[in-house]
């Protein structure tokens, strides 16, 4: 005798997981906006919502890896990797923001 398996439907699989409503596109900034010139803060610790997937070589996972052990061993910082790449990721746009051409990031951009 078969015995059919109960799958959840498409509703349930795409789903969204934030349970507050979403501000829409004409709508007031989110609360967590950046407004112009005000300092870049990463999240920190709380639960995101939004992903990006990002590939790298070995040796840049290897930096990136050092990178948090550094972090951890001399400056008793303990970090998870995705928030070292925020915390980067601020520091970047940050400098781009306030420096425009002048900023590591279209000072490296350029180079290659």
């Keep these: 005798m078969a015995r059919r398996v109960s799958l959840p439907a498409a509703d349930d699989l795409f ?9 829409e596109a004409d709508a007031a900034p989110a609360p967590d906006a950046v407004a112009p010139g005000a300092p870049r803060r990463p999240s920190g610790r709380v639960r995101h919502d939004e992903k990006v997937t990002v590939y790298l070589t070995a040796d840049e996972l290897l930096d990136l890896e050092n990178a948090r052990l550094t972090l951890r061993r001399a400056h008793e910082l303990a970090v998870d990797r995705g928030r070292l790449v925020r915390e980067a990721v601020a520091l970047v746009l ?7 051409d002048d900023s590591a990031l279209v000072r490296r951009l350029s180079q290659q």
């Design 15 to 23: 789903r969204p997981t934030d349970t507050q409503p979403r501000p």
């Design 94 to 100: 940050e400098d781009l923001e306030a420096r425009g």
